[in-house]
């Protein structure tokens, strides 16, 4: 039961497959007619339909049709049927008058449905002088050398041109060039010899892909209609200035011709030959103007572009690689743009950019995408500004230079983990400062001290006279000097060694006044004696002499502690008793002894 | 109209006192400043007709010359300048600079190498720099004496000693290269040629043998004379007889 099922919805499904075909009508007529000639208007339906609706055609006769015609082919591959039909109703029609005409759709109703055809166009041209007399002519006198089997075609049979789309360009924009054969509709060609193809010197060049198979297509040239193919397209790019002309080129086609029979016996096959004929094109010049002198930054692109970037990352560490891709899309000589220059700060480690591009040639031109790639590899952490990158080209549509930029990226650069101080020393890379002019230097503005012309502090008398003062104070001052030192030392020396003898001169009037009894001049005239010695033995004045000091001066030279005790004794005693006068004769004559006991001692310990 | 009261108070007034000839001086310095070359080398060279002279005055002088493209006028005086003050880095540089307009192309002979480092030291100052150096030394050479006779201390005594012995070869030495700066600004033997073309023969006469072709601007040495004609010898050690009137004195 399911099985039953299923084979319903295989039949149904197949049903609708064939329902579900699109239903088309399509006109066809040659594209190119002359006048008083038939030819054929065809439509053709993939359905079977009723009721053809004829466009309107009263520029031309119709003298016969429709005539109808129909196929059908059923296919069956692994199981699978395919249907297909084919119905055609051909008229056949006869262009009243030169021109060109515009033929309207015609319709058709299928299962109720209207449809409509395509239009078309057909160029009447004027009525052809017959063809065949000319060829026959030819073939007269091919029948003279018909060994060599070489045919001479007369131009207006067949020719092979160069047509080029442009004429008059700029450097570097594109042309692109078609070479054509044109041959009498009623030639028949066998094929091709010696293909010579222009070379297109001067210019840089990209074919673009036709089929193998050349494919005839009707076509008025100078009111007559040709059979004409398209041997080969280029897109050419001029790549001087100046009138370039593209030399001639020749190819060799096989025509075959009918020859007729010499005689009766003559073989019934052999009455059609095939001959070879040289055909040779007229050269073409092409003007080349110079693009008006470009801007900064040209990058030689001469077409219609269009620029896009895209930074790879936005945040990165150090060292790790970051991406710019340019997107230079367009068309135009793509693959002669250079790359435009990243100006990157010194951060950076900058490879040199990797350009790829993807060029296809239509009949458009040479369109398509060339991507550079920046790559480079920020040095240190931080947040880097990338510059924009500005293409600059030539449109010639518009004859002026046109610029884009990138938009400015921002890059965050995080500190990485690698070695970074080693790897900047090994790029680190230095650059000559570049001279651009030179000149000499600026004036000097300081304040000047002008001086007669030939004077020179060398050899003035200030200059000797310096010398000869400095000299001279020098001696003056050695001498002085030397003589004031050499006096000092003596009476230094002198004080010292009569030092003792002053000491005892005074204690010698204290022993008057002993003897007198005056004792306040007595014990005056022993503290004179001290002071005066202590003063002469320690080289001190007597006015800076005081207790202090002089047991300070005793003490450097090395005195007795119980010398300098006794000394301070004397010293007290006497100063007492000046200002408390008391005691005798006898303390005095103690005193007198205590003193002189002192002196000695002290004349002793004392060394110089 | 303020130009040129101030160009006929400089004409009418013979006796510049100094303080009028740094006014002067800055005024040039100002015309040159806003590019006003032929007024700066004009009031510059009425400093010079004063009777005064400077190096920065040379150098000044020298690059409204050269800015005027009268170069050999500017070799001659940055020449002139560095007379004055041969340590003068810029004057050198725009020598330089100015030399490059010299068509003549001499090699120079090589200087023994005592002689360059005995130049080359000498250069580092002025004439009058180098007295001044050997003078205050010498000043300095009597106080160290001075503290080495008198010095109680005998560590002062010591070093004043040692260090009057270096200050005494300090006053020499200098003394000697001020001698040295001093004999070549003297020595006026130096000359530019002026003339375009000069021919230079053989013997003092027109009619002597052609040696040698040279051209304005090079810097020539006067080494023998005879009446009008003088014998120069080239850098390169080439000698010839050319007249005066072709060769200006630097």
């Known amino acids: ?608 | 109209m303020k130009r040129y009261i101030f160009l006929v108070l400089i004409l009418f007034s013979r006796n510049l006192q100094a303080a009028d000839l740094k006014a002067v001086m800055e005024q040039a310095n100002k015309a040159y400043t806003s590019q006003d070359f032929s007024k700066a080398r004009e009031l510059y060279e009425q400093i010079l007709g004063a009777g005064k002279e400077s190096a920065i005055l040379y150098f000044n002088l020298g690059n409204a010359c050269f800015k005027q493209n009268d170069h050999i006028k500017a070799i001659l005086y940055y020449e002139r300048a560095k007379r004055l003050a041969p340590q003068n880095e810029d004057i050198d540089f725009n020598l330089k600079i100015a030399n490059q307009f010299v068509v003549d192309n001499i090699e120079q002979l090589p200087r023994p190498f005592f002689s360059r480092w005995w130049g080359n030291l000498a250069d580092h100052s002025s004439a009058d720099g180098w007295a001044k150096s050997s003078m205050l030394f010498f000043i300095l050479f009597l106080v160290l004496l001075g503290s080495y006779f008198f010095s109680r201390s005998l560590r002062i005594r010591k070093l004043a000693f040692y260090a009057s012995v270096f200050a005494g070869a300090v006053v020499v030495i200098s003394f000697l290269l001020a001698a040295r700066q001093y004999n070549c600004i003297k020595d006026r033997s130096s000359a530019l040629i002026q003339c375009p073309r000069v021919t230079v023969k053989s013997a003092p006469s027109s009619t002597g043998t052609d040696l040698f072709l040279i051209h304005e601007g090079l810097k020539v040495k006067i080494t023998d004379q005879l009446e009008k004609w003088r014998e120069i010898e080239l850098a390169d050690g080439n000698k010839g007889w050319v007249t005066d009137s072709c060769l200006v004195r630097i």
């Open chain 1, 1 to 608: 039961m399911l099985k039953k099922i299923v084979l319903y919805i295989g039949f149904l499904v197949t049903g609708l497959q064939v329902c579900g075909q699109e239903t088309r009508l399509e006109m066809s007529a040659p594209n190119a007619v002359s006048a008083g000639d038939q030819f054929r208007l065809t439509f053709n339906i993939n359905q079977k339909g009723e009721n053809l609706t004829l466009p309107d055609l009263s520029n031309f006769d119709v003298l016969m049709g429709p005539s109808y015609s129909s196929s059908t082919s059923i296919q069956i591959i692994n199981g699978k049927t395919s249907q297909s039909s084919e119905y055609s109703y051909t008229y056949i029609l006869r262009a009243k008058q030169e021109g060109t005409f515009n033929i309207r759709p015609g319709s058709i109703e299928v299962n109720g449905k209207i449809y409509q055809s395509n239009s078309l166009t057909i160029q009447v041209v004027k009525g052809q002088p017959q063809t065949q007399a000319s060829q026959q002519s030819g073939q007269q006198a091919e029948d003279e050398n018909a060994d060599i089997q070489s045919a001479t075609v007369s131009h207006s049979e067949m020719f092979i041109r160069l047509e080029l789309s442009k004429q008059q360009v700029f450097k570097g924009q594109q042309i692109i060039a078609t070479v054509k054969l044109y041959a009498n509709p009623n030639m028949p060609l066998a094929g091709f010899e010696e293909v010579n193809l222009p070379t297109y010197e001067g210019f840089y060049t990209q074919d673009i892909d036709i089929p193998q198979q050349i494919n005839f297509k009707r076509e008025v040239y100078h009111d007559k209609i040709y059979q004409v193919g398209v041997l080969k397209k280029t897109v050419i790019f001029p790549q001087q200035t100046g009138a370039i002309t593209i030399k001639p080129f020749s190819i060799t086609v096989l025509v075959q011709q009918r020859v007729r029979q010499r005689s009766f016996f003559d073989d019934f096959f052999a009455g059609v030959q095939t001959a070879r004929a040289k055909l040779t094109s007229d050269p073409v010049t092409v003007s080349v103007r110079d693009l008006p002198s470009p801007p900064a930054g040209f990058s030689g692109g001469v077409g219609d572009f269009k620029l896009t970037s895209e930074l790879s990352q936005n945040e990165v560490t150090t060292n790790d690689a970051v991406t710019l891709k340019l997107n230079i899309s367009g068309t135009g000589n793509i693959r002669l743009i250079q790359s435009p220059k990243l100006n990157l700060a010194g951060d950076f480690e900058v490879y040199d950019p990797n350009a790829t591009d993807n060029v296809k040639a239509t009949d458009g031109g040479l369109s398509g995408t060339k991507t550079i790639e920046y790559l480079f590899q920020p040095r240190y952490e931080g947040t880097y500004k990338i510059p924009s990158i500005q293409f600059v080209w030539f449109n010639p549509s518009t004859g002026q230079y046109q610029n884009q930029s990138t938009q400015e990226y921002e890059l965050k650069v995080l500190k990485g983990t690698g070695n970074q101080s080693a790897e900047v020393i090994r790029s680190v890379r230095k650059q000559d400062v570049q001279l651009i002019g030179q000149d000499i230097r600026f004036i000097n503005q300081d304040e000047i001290s002008l001086k007669s012309k030939g004077y020179s502090f060398y050899g003035s008398p200030l200059f000797w006279l310096v010398y000869l003062l400095g000299s001279v104070a020098f001696a003056v001052f050695f001498v002085v000097y030397r003589k004031k030192l050499a006096e000092n030392a003596n009476i230094a020396l002198v004080r010292n060694k009569k030092a003792n003898r002053v000491a005892r001169k005074h204690l010698k009037t204290a022993a008057v006044y002993l003897s007198k009894q005056q004792s306040e001049a007595f014990y005056d005239s022993v503290l004179k004696a001290f002071w005066g010695y202590l003063s002469d033995k320690l080289s001190i004045p007597v006015a800076d002499l005081k207790r202090e000091t002089a047991i300070e001066g005793l003490e450097a030279r090395n005195v007795e502690p119980g010398l300098i005790q006794e000394f301070l004794s004397i010293l007290d005693q006497c100063e007492f008793i000046r200002f408390a006068p008391a005691g005798g004769n006898v303390a005095m004559q103690e005193m007198y002894d205590k003193a002189e006991g002192v002196i000695s001692k002290m004349e002793k310990q004392i060394k110089r």
